[in-house]
T-cell receptor, first 110, second 114 residues
Framework: DVKVTQSSRYLVKRTGEKVFLECVQD?????MFWYRQDPGLGLRLIYF???????EKGDIPEGYSVSREKKERFSLILESASTNQTSMYLC?????????FGPGTRLTVL | GDSVTQMEGPVTLSEEAFLTINCTYT??????LFWYVQYPGEGLQLLLK?????DKGSNKGFEATYRKETTSFHLEKGSVQVSDSAVYFC?????????????FGDGTTLTVKP
């Protein structure tokens, strides 16, 4: 079974803090993705990566950056967290045509 | 570009009722089609998929058939249970276009009452 893990299920941070969300997959997948999910807005793609050290902006990259130093790990970074970044963050990895998701991190920024 | 349109929710059914959640798509290539399910507080789980026209995906009593002529992939289940209460997402993925990204519908919330 494909396993995608995320470092935290719940996270509470303060405005202006630097926040790291970690995602690890165990299946040697090349493609990895970060989404945020908000009520009424569905899934929105923040960034994706198709190889180590490679990254592409998604639909809403502003306020975020990513890091992929190793194939199995894809990190999402909020450089200076703001209250409008309170959301559910979902990581996924992809093999052939199928994406597999982690359990999600619910981030609250106070 | 690619798009997925799902039936708007929420959908409320009684236990053992028949379920249909409609999904239609627009794609320039020949996509694979998916249904994902999200239980409260969880990430998305792959429910079923179909990779070419007339394929039927099935899992846990759910079925969906890839209909190219109507560009549809409707999700069905003959008898729903309370445990099926969740949000269901229709999605497509075209490896030949869009850098392999998936396109998701907005999700349909299903509540099944005992």
């Amino acid at each position: 079974d494909v396993k995608v893990t995320q470092s935290s299920r719940y996270l509470v941070k303060r405005t202006g803090e630097k926040v790291f969300l970690e995602c690890v997959q165990d299946m040697d997948h090349e493609n990895m993705f970060w989404y945020r999910q908000d009520p009424g807005l569905g899934l929105r793609l923040i960034y994706f990566s198709y190889d180590v050290k490679m990254k592409e902006k998604g639909d809403i990259p502003e306020g975020y950056s990513v890091s992929r130093e190793k194939k199995e790990r894809f990190s999402l970074i909020l450089e200076s967290a703001s209250t409008n970044q309170t959301s559910m963050y979902l990581c996924a990895s992809r093999i052939t045509d199928t994406q597999y998701f982690g359990p999600g991190t619910r981030l609250t920024v106070l | 570009g690619d798009s997925v349109t799902q039936m708007e929710g929420p959908v409320t059914l009684s236990e053992e009722a028949f379920l249909t959640i409609n999904c239609t798509y627009t794609a320039t290539g020949y996509p694979s089609l998916f249904w994902y399910v999200q239980y409260p507080g969880e990430g998305l789980q792959l429910l079923l998929k179909a990779t070419k026209a007339d394929d039927k995906g099935s899992n846990k009593g759910f079925e969906a058939t890839y209909r190219k002529e109507t560009t549809s992939f409707h999700l069905e289940k003959g008898s729903v249970q309370v445990s099926d209460s969740a949000v269901y997402f229709c999605a497509l993925s075209d490896q030949n276009t869009n850098a392999g990204k998936s396109t998701f519908g907005d999700g349909t919330t299903l509540t099944v009452k005992p």
